[in-house]
């Protein structure tokens, strides 16, 4: 038996290429070394999103078809959502006993979205955001994961759901499985704009849905080397996006990219277009596959009834041991 891996995304937005360089392509290839499971975390996205169900409802479909799209196969990875998990829901109520406010409040990840969400927030944050981690600690363990690939700023928050499990495991018994946290999607790309992180927010994202147009404009106004104004001034692709997105795009040529830049030989013009030829083809095959799927949505429905059913019955499972180590199990 292979082991079993867990990941799962907020469904707050279609899902653009840092979420492909970073951790999709990396999904495609675990899923055919692992069991896979991949959740729609629809009541984590609510935990910021309350005041708008509307907009995670939506979203929930479009991380479906990009998932698809990109080459998640629903026979090899269970996709399934959340709020369909009621065990989730039960675990994470068992749970809140084993964590204390002063922990979720150290938690660096929490820590430094609750500041980033003051808006949301005010001065007091919820409940329900404060105890995410305790929630996602429900999804891990609800499924035996073993091994969650994530980025770093996910770290902490795997570290908490082990302290959970430990001290579960210390007052209940030995009943859930202590999951590993491997950084094998540490990648973050860059956006457009040069800013560390791409964003809807941040207005700079590529997304995998892109039309070719949408492609072209975003590229042709990406940020360049700012002193080169001629095609013979000398460049430095380093503080160019455009060189930077080639490194992703255009590997093979990436180094001869770099060399005409610095050399003053190739205009920056000539250098975005070639870069969006290279993003669409790579892109154009996960757009065909992305409209395959939307027209066809009682096929995406299946794929997310049959893998919620299949997640289901491992929660069941997992319920029935944590209810008989607390005590819970009456009239069995
Ligand atoms: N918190 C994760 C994020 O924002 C999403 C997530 C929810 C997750 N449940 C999970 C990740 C379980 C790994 C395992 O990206």
Redesign the pocket.
């Known amino acids: 038996m292979n082991k079993r891996i867990?990941?799962?995304?907020?469904p707050t937005g279609k899902l653009h290429i840092g979420h492909y360089f970073g951790s999709l392509k990396n999904r495609v290839k675990l899923q055919n070394e692992y069991e896979t499971y991949i959740?729609i975390?629809d009541v984590?996205a609510l935990t910021d999103n309350f005041n708008n169900p509307e907009k995670v409802r939506n979203n929930v479909r479009e991380v479906v078809l990009d998932y698809l799209s990109v080459g998640i196969d629903p026979k090899k990875s269970t996709i399934f959502l959340?709020s369909m998990i009621p065990e989730i829901a039960e675990l994470t109520v068992f749970y809140s006993n084993l964590v204390t406010i002063a922990r979720l409040q150290r938690n660096p990840?929490v820590k430094t979205e609750i500041a980033q969400k003051k808006e949301l927030f005010g001065e007091s944050v919820t409940y329900g955001f404060l105890g995410?981690p305790v929630?996602?600690a429900a999804?891990?363990t609800a499924f035996n994961?073993e091994l969650?690939?994530?980025?770093e700023?996910?770290l902490p928050?795997?570290e908490q759901?082990r302290e959970i499990v430990r001290k579960f495991n210390s007052i209940y018994g030995e009943t859930l499985l202590e999951p590993e946290a491997v950084l094998s999607n540490n990648k973050r790309i860059k956006g457009l704009d040069g800013n560390e992180k791409m964003g809807k927010s941040l207005g700079n994202a590529l997304y995998l849905s892109d039309s070719d147009e949408e492609i072209t404009k975003k590229v042709m106004s990406a940020v360049t080397d700012p002193n080169r104004i001629k095609k013979d001034d000398l460049g430095n692709p380093n503080i160019c996006m455009v060189a930077y997105y080639h490194a992703l795009f255009n590997k093979e040529n990436h180094k001869t990219v770099c060399e005409e830049c610095k050399a003053g030989k190739r205009g920056c013009v000539a250098c975005k277009r070639e870069l969006i030829e290279k993003i669409k083809e790579e892109l154009t095959p996960i757009r065909e596959k992305r409209k395959y799927y939307e027209d066809r949505p009682e096929l995406v429905d299946e794929i997310f009834v049959t893998g919620t059913e299949k997640a289901r019955k491992v929660a069941k499972e997992t319920m029935k041991k944590v209810k008989k180590a607390m005590k819970l199990d009456y009239f069995e």
């Open positions: 867990l990941t799962g995304d907020r959740e975390a984590q959340q990840t995410y929630s996602q999804d891990i994961a969650i690939p994530v980025g700023d996910q928050l795997i759901c």
